[in-house]
């Protein structure tokens, strides 16, 4: 079993399993944002019944952020194993050593025991469901995050530049990851954030690519968004601070 006290030094690897029977679409990016402070979210799953139309959301996405789609059939009319596959495949990962924190997306309070197993062994376990999750599971987790709390803080509208000659032009998608990205971050006391801080938050989302919008680099791009100001720290670092 790998050593986890060698990680301090190097991207840890997280695991995202997502009970997308008893999650939210809509949520993602912030979920990603949010475990992207943990490490490289190299393990992405999500279970379910792919053949109902329910979560056709869902089966948008997996090829967009590299989510791979987990079928489980419901064996019994009304009722889903996609609960237990999950576990399954959860403490098949914990024994394999190679994973150093969990995030799990659901609000269903069957992963109870499935979280309290995982910090026996000493991993995080990060938990992302609605206001309506059991406080039983939420408590049970490191960390709990209500995703639509997540999603409220990132509303915040910017407004989107005009694009210069070749490149594409920022939209509000891409505005929107910068903005959570800048949010999730530590900042100093003028308020500026580390721009590789930010570039890891916002690598979480897939679907990011600075060359996408015609710039090699994340600190060229950022310079081109009014939005943002930056400076060179005191450790010739670029730092970054959202102006409106």
């Known amino acids: 079993m790998t050593d986890r006290s060698d990680y301090a030094e190097v991207e840890l690897n997280i695991a995202l399993l997502i009970d997308a029977d008893n999650a939210s679409p809509e949520h993602l990016d912030e979920v990603l944002l949010v475990l992207g402070e943990l490490g490289t979210i190299n393990i992405r799953r999500a279970y379910g019944n792919w053949a109902k139309t329910s979560l056709k959301g869902w089966g948008n996405l997996t090829g967009l952020h590299s989510i791979i789609p987990m079928q489980q059939f419901d064996v019994v009319k009304g009722k889903s194993s996609t609960d237990m596959r999950m576990t399954i ?29 995982i910090r026996e062994d000493g991993l995080p376990v990060y938990g992302f ?97 009014p939005n943002f100001g930056t400076k060179v720290g005191a450790d010739g670092r670029m730092m970054v601070k959202r102006l409106r």
Do not use: W
């Open 129 to 225: 469901g609605t206001t309506k999750t059991p406080m039983s599971f939420q408590q049970a987790c490191t960390r709990f995050f209500d995703v639509s709390a997540l999603v409220n803080a990132n509303d915040e509208q910017l407004e989107a530049p005009p694009a210069a000659e070749g490149q594409r032009r920022v939209d509000d998608e891409l505005l929107q990851v910068l903005g959570a990205a800048f949010k999730t971050s530590k900042r100093d006391e003028e308020g500026y954030a580390s721009l590789s801080e930010m570039g890891q938050r916002a690598k979480a989302v897939s679907s990011f690519a600075v060359r996408n919008y015609g710039f090699t680099r994340l600190s060229d791009l950022i310079k081109a968004v």
């Open 89 to 117: 495949d959860a403490m098949d990962l914990l024994y394999r050593g190679h994973v150093d924190g969990f995030g799990i997306m659901s609000s269903d309070s069957d992963f109870l025991p499935l979280a309290q197993r």
